[in-house]
């Protein structure tokens, strides 16, 4: 998906809040309070230029201790309330609560993050039970932004969202997170080359591959939304040798969903009756929005719809070309409904998928039974069990319309891999890219 401003590319020096999760005792650190909250913990003394450590446990209150005053380029940052320490066991509520997660979301002064984590903070996406870390990395230049975005969370008294902090370095901000949503790169500009666009923003893809690498949790799960996301994915994992590559996803969720609306608007029935749809291959128009796997109410969609042209045609372009027509509707592109496909894409692997089902997702290839080629992402079938782990769909059907598509879509990754080879460890990087076809919500 497109990310509406340039704000969002995370730049890579400064600091951010360090938080520390010790049994079931949470403390922060920190060196400059932005808000203050009247509520049941005691708010921290402002204190300027010193370090305040702080814990609450359930019996008694610590005095703050004073430590020796930090460069203020290496500030880090908790937000108001969120700077305070809570143990959830003091509390008859949160006694049934799972353990905090911690979630990192670059690009969070953006418009796509704006919808985004006020459904992460809410327990819809993890659950009603999943306490949360939210971690927001954005840019020098968009500090304030986070900070308002931060306020905003603050003040909408979500009860599972135990702590925010915001930051503008990954390696600070990554710090053992369990998920990394990284949403935040560079739109394109007028008259920007596509080979352009893949080498800055595969630059800071690669930076945050490394951050991921060196500080977050070993099993991290990474769901790629700056565009073009699939070779971005491909750059970030190759830059995270420690992480297995199976954690990386580029977003095709929200073709996916796309797809199933046109579908159910052929068929003249509601969404929640459409399955089994796979986007394979490119986040780009090369996309192929499978109908000769899909289903209508347990029925082929080919037996459903019968217009065979139609489906071919008409409705393959309505999918790869549904973000250029809501830039004309909207003067934008699509925030909302990217938010709610990553939200989709992340229940899509932490509950099990319904019997018979899968969903789309762009991962690593090795392995795959399709005969796609070997080390790109790719968009694919998947299915899981809901322990953010997946596998391949075995039970799919090709004809010569499906494979001659796949075949295109292929080849465009394996060029755009090309083009990036220098920021994969392949040698110098070489751009035969045959055609634009990027997404016009990149433009």
């Known amino acids: 998906m497109s990310v509406s401003a340039a704000m969002a590319v995370a730049e890579l020096s400064h600091s951010f809040t360090k938080t ?18 009247h509520c049941a913990f005691r708010p921290f003394p402002q204190i300027r230029s010193t370090t305040i450590s702080c814990s609450v446990a359930t019996t008694e209150v610590k ?12 500030k880090s940052e908790c937000f108001g309330v969120f700077c305070l320490t809570y143990d959830l066991k003091a509390e008859e509520e949160t006694k049934t609560w799972k353990k905090l997660i911690n979630v990192a979301v670059s690009g969070a002064a953006g418009m796509i993050s704006n919808h985004l984590l006020f459904k992460l903070a809410s327990g819809e996406v993890f659950g009603p039970d999943q306490p949360i870390a939210l971690k927001l990395l954005g840019s020098e230049r968009s500090f304030h932004a986070l900070e308002g975005v931060a306020m ?21 901000v990554f710090q053992d997170v369990e998920w990394a949503l990284l949403i935040g790169a560079k739109p ?15 630059q800071i893809f690669a930076e945050q591959g490394r951050a991921l690498n060196a500080v977050a949790s070993c099993n991290v799960k990474v769901i790629v939304v700056g565009n073009p996301c699939n070779t971005n994915a491909l750059i970030c994992l190759k830059n995270a040798p420690k992480i297995p590559a199976k954690n990386f996803h ?9 797809a199933k609306c046109q579908l159910a608007l052929k068929a003249g029935v509601f969404y929640d009756k459409v399955s089994n749809v796979t986007i394979w291959g490119n986040h780009s128009t090369t996309q192929v929005p499978d109908f000769l796997n899909a289903r209508i109410n347990g029925l082929p969609v080919i ?7 139609w489906l071919e045609v008409e409705f393959t372009e309505k999918v790869q070309k549904r973000g250029g027509v809501l830039i004309k509707k909207w003067g934008r592109s699509s925030a909302a409904s990217t938010a709610v496909s990553i939200a989709d894409a ?9 019997e018979g089902d899968w969903f789309s997702s762009g991962v690593y290839t090795n392995g795959n039974p399709y005969g796609i080629a070997e080390d790109i992402v790719f968009s694919m079938p998947c299915r899981s069990k809901g322990d953010g782990d997946y596998e391949f769909v075995n039970n799919v059907i090709f004809d010569d319309y499906l494979l001659e598509r796949i075949t295109k879509t292929e080849a465009e990754l394996l060029a755009e891999k090309r083009c990036v080879a220098h920021l ?8 035969d890219i045959p055609e634009d076809t990027m997404l016009p919500g990149e433009m």
């Not at 060196?31 to 909250?37: P, S």
């Not at 580029?250 to 969903?257: C, G």
Request: proline share 7%.
């Open 20 to 37: 520390h999760l010790h049994s079931s005792q949470i403390s922060f650190k920190s060196t400059r309070l932005v808000n203050h909250c």
């Open 63 to 74: 005095a703050p201790v004073i430590e020796q005053a930090e460069d203020p380029k290496n």
């Open 152 to 172: 905003e969370l603050e003040d909408s008294l979500f009860p599972l969202l135990r702590e925010v902090s915001i930051g503008i370095n990954p390696y600070d």
């Open 188 to 202: 394109r500009g007028p008259g920007m080359e596509r080979a352009d666009l893949l080498d800055i923003n595969g």
């Open 250 to 258: 580029a977003l095709t969720r929200l073709d996916e969903n796309r």
């Open 303 to 309: 037996e459903v719809t019968k217009d065979r042209k």
């Open 346 to 354: 992340i229940r899509s692997l932490v509950t099990p998928t319904p």
């Open 424 to 431: 994969i460890g392949e040698g110098v990087a070489f751009c």
